[in-house]
């Protein structure tokens, strides 16, 4: 089945400076890459999500990349402020009807120093 | 802005009692899941529930587990004899039927406790 690693566990920025979350997967039947953050307290927030035909997506201060052929995608987050303090999954799913479940990465914790 | 909602938010049971675990998707949703988060390690798939009949389930979901719809709004997992190893947070989650890739938007999570 799936396995999806994310690296780094935890992260500490600077306020204003940029983070970056890597996450790798195994399987190649996989094509929709969901990024999820968890305030405590709280459950999974979906914050972007990239499907298998684009590269790069972005919203804003947030953007995801994705390499199909590495097997990896990438969330970015510019100009961080301390709200984005949280924890940050990453997710893998392939198209299935009825099913689509999600395999997590292992979380990155995000530290946004003021 | 719609949300799912889960109850209790903790639940502390002796090994052994069974535990039910409520969730209310968003109202126009036909998937739903269950997730699992142990302490310290990764969110796992459990189970996914479509038109009334489970769709998919991880090798975690065992003939201990069960889900259900019993009405209209609520979505249910049930221990039958929860073990120690049960301790976790469990997420429920839901989407909508815009095609087969959609957002799962996830609950507040429930904290089991099994002493």
């Known amino acids: 089945g799936e396995n999806v690693e994310q690296h780094p566990s935890t992260l500490s920025v600077q306020e204003g400076d940029s983070a970056v979350i890597k996450c790798t997967y195994s399987d190649s039947a996989s094509n929709y890459f969901p990024w999820y953050k968890q305030e405590l307290g709280k459950g999974p927030q979906l914050i972007i999500d990239?499907?298998?035909?684009?590269g790069e997506k972005k919203d804003q201060r947030i953007a995801v990349t994705l390499n199909k052929t590495a097997k990896h995608f990438s969330l970015h987050i510019t100009e961080t402020q301390p709200e984005d303090s949280a924890v940050y999954f990453c997710a893998a799913s392939t198209i299935k009807a009825a099913g689509n479940k999600l395999t997590f990465g292992g979380g990155t914790r995000v530290l946004v120093k003021p | 802005e719609p949300e799912v909602t889960q109850t209790p938010s903790h639940q502390v049971t002796q090994m052994g009692q069974e535990v039910i675990l409520r969730c209310v998707p968003i109202?126009?949703?036909?998937?739903f899941y269950w997730y699992r988060q142990i302490l310290g390690q990764k969110v796992e798939f459990l189970v996914s529930?479509?038109?009334?009949?489970?769709?998919?389930k991880s090798e975690i979901f065992d003939d201990q587990f069960s889900v259900e719809r019993p009405d209209g709004s609520n979505f249910t997992l049930k221990i039958r004899s929860t073990k120690l190893e049960d301790s976790a947070m469990y997420f429920c989650?839901?989407?909508?039927?815009?095609?087969?890739?959609?957002?799962?938007?996830f609950g507040p999570g429930t904290r089991l406790t099994v002493l």
């Open positions: 990239i499907r298998s035909n684009v």
């Open positions: 989650a839901s989407r909508g039927d815009r095609g087969l890739i959609d957002t799962q938007y």
């Open positions: 109202s126009n949703h036909l998937y």
């Open positions: 529930f479509y038109n009334n009949e489970i769709s998919e």
